[in-house]
């Protein structure tokens, strides 16, 4: 028996028109941009845009950047209060660095260090394991990539120069000075209560200041005009100190009172005296003479000119009348040799007389050789 299909046939749907389908994509749409779905597109865009935003600002104050050539002032500090630091080289206390780290904070970093805000540049911490009282050469890289202000902020330190730092390690110490009149007092006698103060700072400072002085730390009393210039009398007057050159510097300290009493007696007003000629006589031991003498190479001959001295008036008038002040040269065994020699005179002078400042370290250039090599003279 044959076996039996049934077969249905679906209708086919016709085709729409371009009408149609343009009517069907409207009414889509419009199903779409409704007041709820609006509302809820806006809210959506509301965090996202601003999260996009932040992203994309993080990303490029993130970028690793590099600037090379950064010219910062810096210092060197201990952490011991007994210690002072002072720098020989570079002398302009400036580090050209390298340096590299994340855009934004590298940013923020030169803008500190070349003035904008603290800390000003670079305050170098040194080793206090360093012996004290002498030069020490340092490698300026390790000492500035260890600075906190370039940890903090994950920049690293590329390159520095100058690449060694010399550095001087003092001991701070405490030394009396005694008060004196200053240099321009000329006319001037003065005693002070107390007579001395204390004063601190680096070793190696005082120690300089002692050398130029014979071995003393000098302080200055400020004599000022009204004193200097007044009648000739005596005062008693309160004044204050005065640093003289080499104390002037802020890692040294004066302690004491603010005033000290002076006993003050004024002379008349110092009177000046040019000396158009004068002798320069020569000291040494007498063994020298046996074998050598002295050529004068400037001048030709044992004679300064144009010496300008200052001391009381009567002194001063009567220098004319007076044994002619002398300028001495004073000689030692290991100048013999011929060859020529650069020395200061000193002065032989009356008591109270002295010679202004831009004579006083006047100097002569000569020769000390074996007679045996000078010509004879016919």
Known sequence: MAESRTISYASKRPARTWREEVASTLHRFRSRFTRENVISNLKTLAWVVPLTLLIWIYAEREQVATTKDVAVPFDMVSLDPNVAIRVRSPSDQNLILELQGPQARLQDVLFKLRGGLLPQGLKIEVPTSL????EHRLDALSLVRNQKIFVDNGVTVL???PAGLDVIVDSIVEKQATIVKPPSAKNVDATFDPPEVKV???????????????????????????????????????????RPPGLDDERITVSGPATVKASVDVRKADKIKLIRSMVITVDGPDSLWNKNAIVWVKPVQPVLQNVTVT?????????????????????????????????????????????????????????????ATLPVNP
């Open 131 to 134: 012996e004290k009282n002498r």
């Open 159 to 161: 390159g520095c120069q």
């Open 200 to 242: 601190r700072g680096p070793m190696s400072m005082l120690t300089a200041v002692e050398n130029q002085n014979n071995g003393q730390l000098l302080i200055w009393a400020d004599l000022r005009e009204d004193v200097t210039k007044a009648q000739p009398n005596h005062y008693d007057k309160e004044v204050a100190l005065r």
């Open 311 to 371: 001391g009381p008036p009567e002194t001063i008038d009567m220098l004319d009348q007076l044994d002619q002040p002398t300028a001495r040269l004073k000689v030692k065994p290991q100048d013999a040799g011929g060859e020529v020699k650069t020395r200061a005179v000193q002065y032989d002078l009356p008591k109270g007389v002295d010679v202004v400042d831009d004579d006083k370290n006047r100097t002569v250039d000569f020769r000390l050789v074996d007679k």
